[in-house]
């Protein structure tokens, strides 16, 4: 569903991503870990048609990026840094807004069932401004997923909830992934992370170094070859600076 190869971004001379290969098969949850600076939310940008590469090869769905990014945006939900709702409208109008947008059909019974599954229902008529960070991250889903997408793109969701927050928000993202969706998530949670998807791949300085599946790796084995990773290939970086190359 996802095929990225060769992934290249250079900002002038700072190069963030250095020739990513990954693959994330229809129906994956595949959770993306990495220190800040790894190029992550890069990455996921990308894919999601918000930046172009400058080099390397993206597709989503076998449209490939940035030629179809209009189809592409079809078929993709995407929860980012910003939730992207409007503080003074209500929930139930925040959906409407987007559900005329994705010109869907019924947009009234889409809307009441997006708010029922993030358990909002009771809340529709409220505006977003007054929300907690819980509330407005579940709003986020129902707006990311209102027009059931094929992929779920998501950027450090967990950020700023408490344990009653990210405990609904896991029940959501399973009930999304037993649904059939394709989901790529960032997190810094490292054991989150692993306990809740299939796949996590570790980047590490714009490249993808290695990648563990979650049925076969307990917490302390990924958090060794996640520390084994980072910290070998920043020695090796300080080592290059020393050297001058």
């Known amino acids: 569903m996802i095929e990225i190869k ?3 971004k250079n900002y002038g001379l700072n190069s963030v991503l ?7 098969g229809a129906g994956d949850f595949v959770t993306l870990v990495g220190s800040n600076g790894a190029g992550k939310t890069t990455l996921l940008r990308i894919v999601a048609t918000l930046q172009r590469s ?21 078929h993709i939900g995407l929860v980012s840094h910003h939730a992207l709702l409007y503080g003074d409208l209500t929930a139930a109008e925040n959906l409407t807004f987007f559900a005329r947008l994705y010109r869907l059909e019924n947009p009234q019974d889409r809307v009441a069932a997006a708010l029922k599954t993030v358990g909002l229902l009771a809340r529709q008529r409220d505006p977003v401004s007054t ?37 609904l928000l896991d029940d959501l993202l ?3 992934w037993e649904n059939g969706r394709t989901i790529l998530m960032i997190t810094h ?3 989150h992370g692993l306990n809740l998807c299939d796949r996590v791949a570790i980047l590490n300085r714009g490249k993808i ?6 049925a076969h790796t ?5 958090l060794e070859l996640y520390t084994e990773h980072t910290r070998r290939r920043k020695k090796a970086a300080r080592m290059r600076v020393a050297s001058g190359e």
């Open 131 to 167: 929300f907690s960070r819980g509330m407005v991250q579940r709003l986020t889903i129902a707006r990311a997923t209102l027009h059931e997408p094929d992929v779920l793109l998501l950027d450090e969701p967990y950020t700023g909830l408490d344990q009653d927050a990210a405990q």
């Open 189 to 191: 949670d490292l054991t």
């Open 209 to 214: 170094v290695a990648e563990v599946d979650s």
């Open 54 to 74: 400058t080099a390397g090869e993206v597709k989503v769905g076998g449209w490939s990026l940035p030629k179809h990014a209009a189809k592409v945006r079809e």
């Open 218 to 222: 307990t917490p302390a084995e990924f």
């Open 18 to 24: 250095r020739g990513v290969d990954l693959h994330v």
């Open 6 to 8: 060769g992934l290249i």
């Open 174 to 176: 399973r009930r999304e």
